[in-house]
């Protein structure tokens, strides 16, 4: 969940003049504004409120990840970004300052994503069953790590961007956390955040070597990092 600070880029920077309207959110006579839960990232520069401003801004993290696929973070640029989306670079840059401002949203989005998938998942679960829960969440990122586009270089977030995630793991593991304490009945309290912040923290560094070793996951690996899961919980959970 964590990766390698990317490198100072000039390409980076804008090459058209700062938008001086930056983090206001767009206005439309009539609409009134969606809701703003969850909160977008801070290197939004503008929050869509018209539905076609919405479609867009899908359209440029879509392309964002595409194109992170096919050339790696160092070769990604707001240009490449706005030609696979089919728009004008300026509609880039009227919502991102700059190719680390994407990233950060892409890893905002698959944040979200992610927790939606995993609350859908658990609640298939047994009521109670930790296990299955705990299952449920590592499965996902799993899925994800095989299934979707961009989430193997930028899943939560890139430590060094500008106004990025503080710790991308604290936010995965806040989100987790409060599913699990859902399904299990319990308070969402400090003991409950402190376990899984740690679970977190070790999974991802197993599953960091698994996918180094294998662009699917090394098996193994996955296994150990599966029981390493297990044994660390039972600890709380049991």
Aim: hydrophobic share 45%; proline share 8%; charged share 25%.
């Amino acid at each position: 969940m964590r990766h390698p600070n990317p490198p100072h880029d000039p390409a980076d920077r804008p090459d058209e003049p700062a938008d001086r309207s930056a983090g206001r959110p767009e206005r439309s006579a009539g609409l009134p504004e969606r809701s703003r839960e969850p909160r977008p990232p801070a290197s939004l520069r503008r929050v869509p409120v018209q539905e076609r401003s919405a479609e867009r801004l899908t359209r440029i993290l879509d392309a964002c990840a595409a194109v992170l696929d096919e050339v790696g973070y160092e070769g990604l640029t707001t240009r490449a970004v706005a030609q696979r989306a089919g728009v004008p670079i300026g509609s880039v840059y009227r919502f991102f300052g700059n190719k680390r401002a994407l990233a950060d949203a892409l890893a905002h989005r698959n944040l979200d994503l992610y927790a939606g998938r995993v609350a859908a998942r658990v609640a298939g679960v047994g009521s109670g069953d930790w296990r299955g829960a705990v299952d449920a969440a590592f499965d996902e990122y799993l899925a994800m790590m095989r299934t979707v586009p961009g989430f193997g270089l930028v899943d939560f977030g890139i430590p060094s961007a500008p106004d990025a995630m503080p710790d991308a793991n604290s936010q995965v593991a806040e989100r987790v956390a409060a599913v699990l304490a859902g399904h299990l009945s319990r308070p969402l309290d400090a003991a409950l955040r402190r376990t899984i912040l740690v679970g977190v923290e070790a999974v991802d560094a197993v599953l960091q070597l698994a996918f180094r070793a294998d662009p699917a996951g090394d098996a193994a690996l996955v296994d150990e990092a599966r029981t390493l899961l297990h044994a660390y919980f039972a600890r709380s959970l049991d």
